[in-house]
């Protein structure tokens, strides 16, 4: 019996490539030419990378400009946020509990994200959102003014806005609604219903599904993709967490894209190729790259 620990199979090789809209590199083993070319070598060409506090955003910035194949998202994660205001050690940041900072020290951390931004590496500006399943009602206003920040520096720079919205789903879209959504919008690891789905389709967000869609209790996750305007439908890997069935539990990575890729066909009624062919077009155009 494989370990949890041990890498799972690469899958049968897409014929149509596509991307990985949002992945964590700098939490995976190995090195990213690594990476890179295990995901290259079964269709998955282009990668997402994603940054959830200073350190991580600076890392996705300058790995997306050494790689043709990586673009970066760079933000403060929602639990980042309350961390760096409070001090809170259930906040994201790996660098451990520290002395609470105040609204300086947000503001601060605010200027670096626009600062990164700013680059032509920089594709989008996330992953920013609510978060209430980690972060208690105390959180709230640092997580919502932070939200409320990175909407603004997303449509200033004209970049796409990367949300992460845990159990919040109600605030996420009265927020994006009161502050104006930037044209290019993602719900990234999607997690609302089938009416969130028909809102967000309205609205003109993207929503990227990632390997939970194939879980066992994920029948909400299904009928929210199967009724997702097909132009406005991504997939992720959020790697290395939320690796697909049967695969749950072991590690993630770009290359096992494809698992989930023919899972959402299966759900969607379409040919693999067509539904590829979807994928690609869509993440290229949310990330304008």
């Known amino acids: 019996m494989p370990s949890h620990t041990e890498a799972p199979p690469p899958p049968d090789p897409l014929r149509v490539p596509v991307a990985d809209s949002h992945t964590h590199l700098d939490m995976q083993t190995g090195t990213v030419e690594e990476g890179l070319a295990k995901a290259a070598s079964v269709g998955v060409t282009t990668v997402v990378q994603v940054g959830c506090d200073l350190a991580g955003s600076r890392w996705a910035a300058e790995t997306a400009a050494a790689h043709d194949a990586v673009h970066a998202a760079v933000a ?30 947000l503001d601060e951390a605010l200027a670096e994200i626009d600062r990164l931004a700013a680059l032509p590496q920089v594709k989008g500006v996330g992953e920013t959102g609510l978060d209430y399943f980690r972060t208690g009602p105390e959180g709230k206003d640092a997580q919502e003014r932070s939200f409320r920040a990175h909407i603004e520096i997303a449509k200033r720079h004209g970049k796409a806005l990367v949300i992460h919205d845990r159990d919040a789903h109600a605030d996420v879209l009265r927020i994006l609604k009161e502050e104006g959504a930037p044209e290019r919008t993602v719900f990234h690891c999607y997690s609302g219903d089938a009416e969130m789905a028909e809102v967000c389709g309205r609205a003109g967000y993207y929503m990227s599904f990632a390997g939970n869609m194939t879980f066992k209790n994920a029948q909400p996750l299904r009928d929210a993709l199967a009724v997702a305007p097909l132009e406005l439908v991504l997939v992720e890997t959020d790697a290395p967490f939320l690796t697909p069935v049967p695969y749950r539990g072991r590690p993630n990575a770009p290359y096992l894209v494809p698992v989930t890729v023919r899972a959402m066909a299966a759900v969607r009624g379409l040919d693999e190729d067509a539904l590829a062919t979807a994928l690609s077009a869509n993440t290229a155009r949310a990330f304008d790259y």
């Open 76 to 105: 403060l994660h929602p639990n980042e946020a309350p961390r760096i205001v409070h001090g809170d050690p259930d906040g994201w940041s790996r660098q451990g509990a520290r002395q609470a900072g105040g609204d300086g020290a």
